[in-house]
Each structure stands twice: as structure tokens, then as C-alpha cells.
């Protein structure tokens, strides 16, 4: 798996290149925005599996990362990218999922020292999944944040569709909650059928779930 990685610390930049060659991962390690943007538009080689971003980068420090990450998955679209961010921002999370594709991910910084998880997360965008860190669903929850079509959910409804926005499998959802795989399909179906999402061959009716989560 080919990694471009966009972090401007040395230190976490030096141990994230480590943790993923360590687990059989080709690396491209870079530390400004320009230098992202070249990597990642550069069509004379292969787009990377998945890149993982520092959402602030220099020069500007504000959103750099994250933007050249998006204006990639314009000109590359479906580019998996993982976004890093030392703090919860919606805004940050809403301009990740407005492309409703999936293949998108937004860890808190911290979690990164927990390798396996962070590993687990950049395999499973690799792969076209979604994930979102549980603080990020908590604090924007906590904050009011997330309501308007989600208000129709019921509680159990709102855990299951948490547990779906950091990414979780049924089967997780269900080990989490200790309820059966077969009860996490009806209440995915309740989310669906009260957010108004129905049956696509196109979209990705857990991304649209999640979006219409972080939207408020």
C-alpha cells in the first residue's frame, strides 16, 4: 500500500513513516502544502492508496492540508484521505464528506499514538470505507451540533449511528452495544428510512448517514 503522508512536526512525522513501513506500507513523507500538492497531482506516477493529511500545513498554517487534499480528490476523485486535526472542527469534517463518496477519514491527533487503531484507520480508507474518530462525534454531539434531521432518531438509533460514523462494521456495532448483528440491521434501517435515504446502486448510504450527522 503507497502512503502520502503530510505532517510538518518532525518527530510525528519521523514515528506515523515508521508505524506504517513497519506494517508493510511504501511511504512518501512530506512536511509543507506545496509539496503535498505536487505529490498528489503529480500524474506521471500512480495516485497513493490513501493520503494521510495534517489538516494545518506550512506555509499558511490555517487549512493548507486539507485543501490541497480536496483539490486532489477533484482532480483524482475517489483519492482516499485520512485528515489529521489537533482540535474538533465541523467545518473541517463537512468540506471532507460534502463529496458524499466515501474513502474520507478525520482523526484527532492523539489517537494516533494508539498504533493499531491508527493503522486499522488508514487500511480501512485505503479501502473506500469512512471513518471518523468517536471524540469528533462526541464533542460536535456535546456541542449541539449535530441535530435537524437527526432529531427524528431514537437514542439507540443515535448510538448505532455513531458507532457507523467512526467507521464500525455491523458486527462491531453490535459487539459494542451488546445487541445482535440482526437489531443493528433494523435500527441502520430506522436511520435510513428517517434521514430519507433510500436504496441506491450509486451512493454510499452509510456516507450520506454520517453526513446528514455532521451537517448541523
Not at 500538492?37 to 506555509?59: G, M, S
Not at 469534517?93 to 458524499?100: D, K, M, R, V
Not at 468517536?134 to 431514537?154: C, F, H
Request: glycine share 8%.
Amino acid at each position: 500500500m503507497r502512503v502520502v503522508l503530510a505532517e510538518d512536526l518532525f518527530l510525528l512525522r519521523d514515528g506515523l513513516t515508521r508505524t506504517l513501513r513497519e506494517h508493510g506500507c511504501e511511504v512518501v513523507a512530506v512536511d509543507n502544502g506545496p509539496s503535498l500538492r505536487q505529490v498528489l497531482l503529480d500524474e506521471t506516477v500512480p495516485a497513493p492508496d490513501v493520503a494521510v493529511v495534517d489538516v494545518r500545513l506550512p506555509p499558511t498554517f490555517t487549512d493548507e492540508g486539507l485543501q490541497a487534499a480536496l483539490e486532489a480528490r477533484r482532480r483524482r476523485p475517489g483519492l482516499p484521505v485520512l485528515v489529521l486535526s489537533q482540535y474538533v472542527e465541523q467545518l473541517y469534517a463537512n468540506e471532507l464528506l460534502a463529496g458524499g463518496e466515501g474513502a474520507v477519514g478525520y482523526l484527532l491527533k492523539d489517537r494516533v499514538t494508539d498504533t493499531a487503531q491508527f493503522v486499522d484507520a488508514v487500511r480501512r480508507v485505503a479501502a473506500g470505507g469512512t471513518v471518523m474518530d468517536p471524540q469528533v462525534i462526541s464533542r460536535l454531539l456535546s456541542r449541539g451540533e449535530a441535530r435537524g434531521t437527526t432529531d427524528s432518531l431514537t437514542g439507540r438509533e443515535r448510538d448505532v449511528l455513531e458507532l457507523m460514523a467512526a467507521g464500525r462494521s455491523n458486527a462491531a456495532i453490535a459487539s459494542a452495544l451488546h445487541i445482535s448483528e440482526s437489531a443493528v440491521a433494523k435500527h441502520t434501517a430506522g436511520i435510513f428510512a428517517k434521514l430519507g435515504i433510500g436504496p441506491s446502486a450509486d451512493d454510499n448510504r452509510r456516507v450520506l448517514a454520517v453526513l446528514a450527522y455532521l451537517k448541523r
